[in-house]
């Protein structure tokens, strides 16, 4: 493994190519970036496992907004890492809250053990605790194997402080994966924190080659109908070139 990991969070198949292509070590692959990511199709899982050869994390993720999970959203989560396990998933991204905000111990464990012998990446949520320092001991506990956090704020690098203390306090029990906001501007900086893994998107909006769209009307709340986000080989490359 190279000194420095870096992870593209990918939103298709497409995405997880010009990924590999650009040279990220790992993929987080989602659909429904716009919202922050939701569990991709599972056709969309299998056909990325056959095209790449790097490992693909996978982020189960029922649904946009909070954290805090009905029992029937549970079930579903159940059931979405059972299947991209089938599919040849090498990681899964997921997280759960409780009301007051805190880490939900319990079920978050038995996501862990569903996702076992995969590895388990605790996500954002993260950045929704009240105690940053609280929720990392009990990411640990229940058996987590990274931890995905901007440090609690929009950016990683507005929430530098943070994710160094974090990366301190968690030592060899837990990777610490900067996310948020990464890019060639900011990831030298980054790496000057003892940060060893970081987490992209690098996407950008292609316009669709489709043409029609005169319409008073739209399907898509977060996205413009005519706008398609991918990710951008160049700006993935450029980050891979940084970290050298």
Do not use: W
């Not at 599919?87 to 464990?109: Q, S, Y």
């Amino acid at each position: 493994m190279k000194q420095y990991v870096l992870e593209v969070c990918a939103n298709s198949v497409e995405s997880c190519i010009i990924a590999q292509e650009a040279g990220a070590n790992r993929v987080e692959l989602c659909e429904n970036l716009s919202v922050g990511g939701t569990t991709p199709s599972y056709g969309c899982i299998k056909l990325s496992r056959q095209k790449l050869s790097i490992p693909i994390n996978v982020l189960i993720r029922p649904r946009p907004g909070d954290f805090l999970y009905s029992s029937m959203e549970f079930k579903q989560i159940k059931e979405d890492i059972a299947i991209a396990k089938e599919l040849g998933a090498n990681g899964i991204v997921c997280g759960m809250l409780l009301p007051n905000g805190k880490i939900d111990e319990e079920r978050t464990t038995e996501l862990v053990e569903c996702s076992k012998p995969l590895t388990f990446t605790f996500h954002r949520a993260f950045d929704f605790t009240p105690n940053p320092i609280e929720a990392l001991e009990t990411v640990i506990k229940v058996g987590s194997t990274n931890l995905l956090t901007s440090g609690q704020h929009k950016t990683a690098i507005d929430g530098i402080a943070l994710l160094k203390k974090l990366v301190t306090l968690a030592g060899n029990r837990l990777n610490i994966i900067a996310g948020g906001g990464i890019n060639a501007q900011n990831v030298e900086i980054l790496k000057g924190s003892e940060i060893k893994q970081f987490h992209m998107s690098g996407s950008v909006q292609v316009k669709s080659k489709m043409g029609n769209f005169d319409r008073n009307f739209t399907l898509n709340s977060t996205l413009p109908d005519n706008v398609i986000q991918t990710s951008d080989f160049e700006s993935i490359k450029n980050v891979v070139l940084k970290l050298g």
